[in-house]
């Protein structure tokens, strides 16, 4: 199953043709080869939420309402949700991950994150949200964990794989949009 992308459609033919390439690889990347639409449009939402794209963040909300229809509020919540966490804990964690010093390592992080075991889709898609996130912030720690966690939770390394495509791809994407 695929669903249509009018709303994507039309913000992906404004890129500049310097970027007919992004153009390309964002019609493709959500073709879904190892991923459901489902995780590869909440991937890709949770993405550009994470880089603060209002005119990806528009584009893709609208196109999973009308294309995910009952299925779309969970995608689209858990998706708010995985960018605000990952904006918070890729931030702490690099922090943490890159000063090197157990004194760090540890004291408690005391920051909620209990979305992350109680998510409104399921632990697998929520990962793969989180786990584009990771990738878009660089932070190690946090892309292996969340790696980590997808295998545990029976994703395949090639799903592993597309979610990290789609954020790029997003990013990419991102860079010439206008805001």
Same mark, same amino acid.
């Given at each position: 199953m695929s669903i249509a992308? !009018?709303?994507?459609? #039309?913000?992906?033919?404004?890129?500049?043709?310097?970027? +007919?390439?992004?153009?390309? %690889?964002l019609a493709s990347v959500l073709? /879904?080869?190892?991923?459901? !639409? #489902? $995780? #590869?449009?909440?991937? @890709?939402?949770a993405s550009a939420r994470f880089l603060r794209s209002r005119p990806l963040v528009d584009a893709l909300e609208s196109d999973?309402?009308?294309?995910?229809?009952? @299925? @779309? !509020?969970?995608?689209?919540? &858990?998706?708010?949700? #995985?960018a605000g966490l990952m904006a918070m804990n890729t931030v702490y964690y690099r922090f943490r991950h890159m000063i090197r010093k157990e004194?760090? &390592?540890a004291r408690p992080p005391r920051l909620r994150m209990s979305r992350m075991i109680q998510p409104a889709t399921s632990k697998l898609d929520f990962e793969?949200?989180?786990?584009? *996130?990771?990738?878009?912030? /660089?932070?190690?720690? *946090?892309? $292996? %964990?969340?790696? +980590?966690s997808l295998l545990h939770v029976g994703a395949s390394e090639d799903a592993c794989h597309d979610a990290v495509r789609i954020a790029a791809v997003v990013s990419a994407a991102a860079c010439g949009i206008s805001t």
């Open positions: 992308t !009018p709303a994507l459609d #039309a913000l992906r033919d404004t890129l500049p043709d310097d970027l +007919k390439d992004i153009r390309l %690889n073709s /879904g080869e190892n991923l459901t !639409p #489902a $995780q #590869a449009f909440g991937t @890709a939402l999973i309402r009308a294309g995910l229809g009952d @299925a @779309a !509020p969970p995608i689209l919540s &858990d998706a708010l949700a #995985a004194s760090y &390592d793969l949200m989180s786990l584009a *996130c990771a990738a878009l912030a /660089g932070c190690e720690l *946090c892309i $292996q %964990n969340h790696e +980590k």
